[in-house]
């Protein structure tokens, strides 16, 4: 959740114009006798959104057939031969970072895993009531789209979470949201992004107060938190998102939950820190699996693209991320 309020940290409401794509033209050939000029190419549209679906991320999420201890740790032996997100890097310009983040996304009949880890020197934590505004300390988020709604999580060091559900005002009636109590119009919030508010879609709603069914949430801190007078090594989170918690999300385009050898969903991960980088690096504080080009996490366009395979991980030939 970016919230542009305050001055610092990650609640900078910084956005950035929408990258438009030049229009290129070939160049007339010469017009000899006889010959009628080749037709100049059409021009380049240029991208609704503030990042090129060219540029947008892919990723193979492979299955497994043993179960996952979710307590932090990810020393599994399938975390270890799944494959690793790239690194992140700035939302808005893409650039490296100062400190390592990678994930990896694993399933099961039953589960989706996510598993990340974070480089950290100083760990701080400070929230440890869940949906207490978790954006306000250095937290790791995942969102899940569907077409007509998605799904917000951010968790802390002390596995403390937020969570939201957005579902997109024109999906509201027609999508089947507005029958259901959980939905009921008097218990959601309009929103309308953060950086890029001008989404071809308009506005959403968001219900504050929804929790993903059944969902298991464990950190293992590789540090002392809150205490700055030693070097730490980091963080990492374990998750596991049951697929019947996804129905909602699955609903609009009748989505196999688990989903079947070939299935695509968009799912972003990043990291948002309370500190930035020194100058000269122009450091948001905001990283990102995938950068979305403006100071936005709401942006669905944005989120890599996600295949599952039916593929055992401990089977698949893994190439490297």
């Known amino acids: ?52 679906d060219s540029e947008v991320a892919h990723y193979t999420a492979y299955r497994i057939d043993q179960p996952i201890v979710v307590d932090g740790h990810l020393d599994e032996s399938v975390w270890k031969k799944a494959p690793k997100s790239p690194r992140y890097t700035d939302i808005l310009t893409g650039a490296p970072t100062v400190h390592e983040t990678r994930a990896a996304i694993l399933w099961d009949a039953e589960n989706l895993y996510i598993g990340v880890h974070a480089e950290e020197p100083f760990l701080h934590a400070n929230f440890t009531k869940n949906n207490s505004p978790i954006y306000q300390d250095n937290d790791l988020e995942v969102f899940i789209a569907g077409r007509d709604a998605y799904y917000e999580f951010e968790i802390n060091g002390y596995n403390t979470t937020y969570e939201v559900f957005f579902i997109w005002n024109d999906a509201y009636e027609r999508g089947g949201f507005s029958a259901a109590p959980e939905f009921a119009r008097s218990r959601l919030q309009p929103f309308n992004g953060v950086g890029f508010t001008t989404h071809p879609r308009g506005g959403r709603l968001g219900q504050f107060d929804w929790h993903f069914p059944g969902k298991r949430t464990a950190v293992f801190l590789d540090g002392t938190v809150n205490k700055d ?86 089977a698949a030939d893994i190439p490297k991320h």
């Open 229 to 314: 007078d030693d070097r730490d090594r980091g963080w990492s989170a374990e998750l596991a998102f049951p697929w019947k918690g996804l129905e909602w999300l699955a609903k609009a385009e009748g989505r196999s939950l688990p989903p079947k050898e070939g299935d695509v969903w968009r799912i972003d991960l990043s990291r948002f820190n309370q500190y930035k980088e020194a100058a000269p690096a122009h450091d948001s504080g905001g990283w990102f699996w995938s950068r979305h080009g403006v100071w936005d996490s709401h942006i669905p366009e944005c989120f890599p693209y996600i295949r599952f395979s039916t593929n055992l991980v401990s």
């Open 1 to 52: 959740m970016l919230i542009p309020l305050l001055p610092i940290g990650r609640r900078v409401s910084k956005s950035l114009a929408v990258l438009a794509a030049a229009a290129a033209f070939a160049a007339l050939p010469t017009r000899l006798s006889g010959q009628t000029p080749a037709p100049a190419p059409a021009a380049v549209v240029a991208s609704k959104f503030p990042c090129p």
